[in-house]
């Protein structure tokens, strides 16, 4: 059940146009910020929206010949679009049915899915009493009833409060787990990606700017977008074998390298002092206080200077340096708190 | 959803026994009667004859005179013809107005004004076009009475075409309103669910768009109901075969001016009743 996919859609505002490889039983996270794309790709491999070129091949057959309703996927919704005048049951029923099954089978056959999901008490309820939680599993239901060999999610967390989100996620993520079919899920959250995807592919302007297991791309980032999403500092610059020069400055770091790099480091491994510091650290730089604000426990510094940075620093240290917007600071990185890898 | 509604909305007793207490000074000043005068008159104007129809009517021999054979006779007839063109127009309106939300093909604007034509047209007017087409030396009629020996001017059939042509606007406008502001997006999902187009609109879309399919209906009853001027024209006005009770009140005030407030008082009743529903059942429910 691997899916093949070559995707090329023109919006007025750009163009889409990816390829993808899914793995059976492998789930996809298709990562980006908002307009980047990746709804447009989900609703193209539902055939919601048409190609204007490329092709889908699933199995070795192609889908993107086939309309929407011959397509053998599930999809979930970003509101989860339950029909309002159906019972839970009866919203996940609708596939079953659609594909000529009777009625008491569908039942049955959605009675048993419900089960799966844990909402067996709600099974008589309209989609208006359920919870987002019960409403995101019965959706989760509906699209596994057609038993779809590709399952397609957008941004199946997105309309979840906080603490609902925590636990849905990990439910979702033992049901994906289940599902032997390929995955396509859409999200612009880091977390919901690196805990539900096996591999990432991140969007930004209708192109894959990064892909890989959450991992690699929360170690190495290879845009401003995805450093941000993952916390890190990131520069590109050249290696010359001991360090990156980036703009002025070269950044010393302990892998060896040639050519055009990435070095990236994470805000917490940024020192600052109000006069020079001496000994160990090798990368020092003068730069000035841009701002400052809360950030979880700790302050997170916003530095300008020959580079760009993020420091977090304690709140206790923040006092000790006594520290104000447009200030003069000298900050510090450790090689060995860097990272740099190839461009 | 309805009662809930009604329920969310009780006058806040403490906030009007506050304004009798102290005299309100909100707003800016006393009320302008240069709008205050029409508005009055203009409410008069409209509720003034169904006040009038209320007082000179013979409440003692009412039911007797309801009683009468012509005016149950009128009666069954309307309520029959107004019914069966409701039917016609469900069969042909809710498709008709699905085409004009749903897909879009050249020429959809102008077919969406034509719709509208018969709203606008005299019934008179209406009355006479369907003759020429439909009567029986008409465009389509004449073959109709050739093929199948059917014909429609000045029989009971011809009343139902009749109305069904006033009213069928109605129900097209309210069903397309309602197809507009559904959520498209329901039908795209039950499509990734397997579902035909057919299935779909089945399926979802009508039981979405339900309350202004029944909305369109009532409305579009209650038209075929009144109707009068394109029945006349069309189908003639024969006691028992096309003389509905809008056509029997015309005749009655010529002879026996009761008859005729009786006759206009059920058709009133009928029309309260269907505002009434309309309002509580349909309108407000989403």
Known sequence: MTLHAHLVVTRPAFTLDISLTVAPGEVVALLGPNGAGKTTALRALAGLTALARGEIVLDGSPLHTLSVEERPIGMVFQDYLLFPHLSALDNVAFGPRCQGVSKAEARRTAAALLDRVGLTDHATAKPRRLSGGQAQRVALARALAVRPRLLLLDEPLAALDAHTRLEVRSQLRRHLADFDGATVLVTHDPLDAMVLADRLIVIEHGAIVQQGVPAEVARRPRTDYVARLVGLNLYRGVADGSGVKVGQLLISTSDRLEGPAFVAFAPAAVALYRSRPDGSPRNVWQARIEGVERHGDNVRVHLDGPIVAFADITPAALADLDLTPGQQVWASVKATETHAYPA | ?286
């Open chain 2, 1 to 286: 959803m309805a009662t809930s509604e009604r329920s969310e909305r009780p006058v806040n007793p403490s906030g009007g026994a506050a304004g009798r207490a102290a005299p309100p000074r909100k707003g800016s000043g006393r009320l302008p009667w240069m709008l205050v005068l029409p508005a009055v008159l203009g409410l008069a104007f409209l509720v003034l004859p169904l006040a009038g129809l209320l007082i000179r009517a013979p409440w003692p021999t009412l039911l007797q005179r309801l009683a009468e054979p012509q005016v149950l006779e009128a009666l069954r007839l309307s309520l029959f013809c107004a019914t069966v063109a409701t039917a016609l127009c469900l069969v042909f309106g809710v498709p008709l107005a699905w085409l004009l939300a749903r897909v879009s093909f050249p020429g959809r604007r102008l077919m969406r004004a034509l719709v509208t034509v018969p709203l606008v047209l005299p019934p008179v007017v209406g009355g006479v076009a369907l003759l020429l087409v439909l009567g029986r030396r008409g465009l389509v009629g004449q073959w109709l009475e050739s093929t199948f020996g059917v014909t429609l001017p000045f029989t009971t059939a011809g009343v139902i075409v009749a109305e069904a042509f006033v009213a069928m606007p109605f129900l097209v406008i309210s069903v397309e309103g309602a197809l507009r502001g559904a959520d498209q997006r329901y039908e795209e999902a039950a499509a990734t669910l397997g579902a035909s187009r057919w299935t779909v609109f089945r399926r979802v879309t009508l039981p979405l768009i339900m309350p202004g399919v029944v909305a369109g209906a009532v409305l579009c009853w209650a038209r075929a109901l009144g109707e009068f001027g394109a029945t006349i024209t069309f189908a003639g006005n024969f006691p028992g075969t096309t003389r509905t009770m809008p056509l029997a009140v015309y005749l009655a005030l010529e002879t026996e001016p009761e008859a005729a407030i009786v006759l206009s008082l059920v058709l009133l009743a009928v029309s309260v009743i269907i505002l009434a529903s309309l309002r509580d059942r349909w309108v407000t429910t989403p």
